[in-house]
């Protein structure tokens, strides 16, 4: 392996651990937010 | 385990991205947040003998009442004399540690109630959760400083806004979880404080994992630092011993203290003041609360991230001024019965709240430098704790001052409003009154041998 595709491989290892800790981060509040806006919406019904 | 856990073994390698550092603080925040959804504890916890309604032997609401306010009260202290901890160890020990805290206070908890222990319950939640969450808070701000000198109001924003959003998840989730584990027996909060210490444990030592600390002399591609200091930013630094002998330091202190009173007091009393000021129901009154709490938790990234670009002095002097003429106006749009300009009057004040919060770590490090500031923040949040006892103390005893006199339960919060603009008034004049450290506090260059 090259040192290009070396460094290739490392840059694609970061992206998906950015990706999956955004996501494990993410998705939980994305939850408690919506969760939340559901719940607002009966102060205006 | 101890090894890996300390400041030399979490230097990032080259090549690292920085923006792994903010979901890491992320981890950290949105578990201590959960502090914030405590409340859903409360009614269930007041009829665990009686089960469907309180009973000879359950504790009352005033009791209860003392489990947060000692977390919060706990917090400041833990955040004032363990920050020059959590700067030596780094954020991994310390994000470590704050997880064994916060769980185990919740797990301790959980006991407490199971027993029908009280001592313990304050015990769990209030001192090792409190702990858990002072030590949590300032864990990951001063990394996130190190990392993102050139954004540093968005980078502490961004973590700090997981404190307000941890309610958004840990309600919800704690009122699935005691339904689950309710039977004609138990109203389900022991199990529930164990499984949420637990699940809690493992989403912050994940955060513990990923985080990394800048290499010596790290800066951002392309970033120039600054070879002069600014105005209002230093280039110097002082140490945590130091900035406590300067003005600043308690301008700020007053300057946190007002913001945080006077949205944590009216926070406490949101649901109760929509029902009587409009009459709705208890559940459109929780709705209220629910959109308070995402202002909140969204006006930490954004005010934080504008400061950026305004200046800090200048966004607390919008906090300062648009929430003290928003208290004003607010009892006319109650007495308007203008549900829509009440509501949103309440969220921009809230969003200051928040903002409040998020900014004040980026204002310490324009005005004391990046060497100590996690310390710095540490002792600042003393003034968190003492609004979070002021500010409920404030809003309830005038209610029922007010009340206890003749004033109609609809009105009694408009006194309250108008303290709370002169309040504001008070951080604004402090504010004001924010000048450059003098040089005699910064720390002196160790001479070149």
Known sequence: MDELEERSEVVNQDTMLLILAWLFV?????WGVADTIKNATKLFS | MALALDRSHSIAKPGFNRWLVPPAALCIHLCIGEAYAFSVFT????????????AAGDWTVPQLGWIFSLAIAVLGLSAAFGGK?????????????AAVFFSSGLIVAGIGVSLHVLPLVYLGYGVLGGCGLGIGYISPVSTLIGWFPDRP???????IMGFGGGALIG?????????????????????????????YFIWMVVGSQIVRVPPAGWAPA????????????TTKNVLREDALKTPQFYLLWVVLFCNVTAGIGVLGQASLMIQEMFAVTPIAAAGFVGLLSIFNMAGRIFWASMSDFMGRKTTYLIFFALGAVLYVIAPTFGHLQNIVLFVLAFAVILSMYGGGFATIPAYLRDLFGTVNVGAIHGALLTAWAAAGVAGPVLVNYIREYQITHGVAKADAYSVTMYIMAVLLLVGLACNLAVRPVSDQHHLKEAPAT
């Open chain 2, 85 to 97: 901890w959590v700067e030596r160890v780094g954020p991994r020990m310390a994000m470590f540690v």
């Open chain 2, 153 to 159: 109001g968005l980078a502490t924003g961004t973590a």
């Open chain 2, 222 to 233: 392309g970033y120039v630092p600054p070879v002069a200091s600014q105005k209002m930013i």
């Open chain 2, 43 to 54: 009614k269930p916890m007041a009829q665990a003998i009686g089960i469907t309604a309180p």
């Open chain 2, 171 to 199: 309600a919800p989730l704690a009122v699935a979880l005691m339904r689950h584990f309710s039977s004609a027996t138990s109203t389900g909060v022991a199990p529930t404080m164990v499984v949420m210490g637990v699940l």
């Open chain 1, 26 to 30: 993410g998705i939980p509040l994305a």
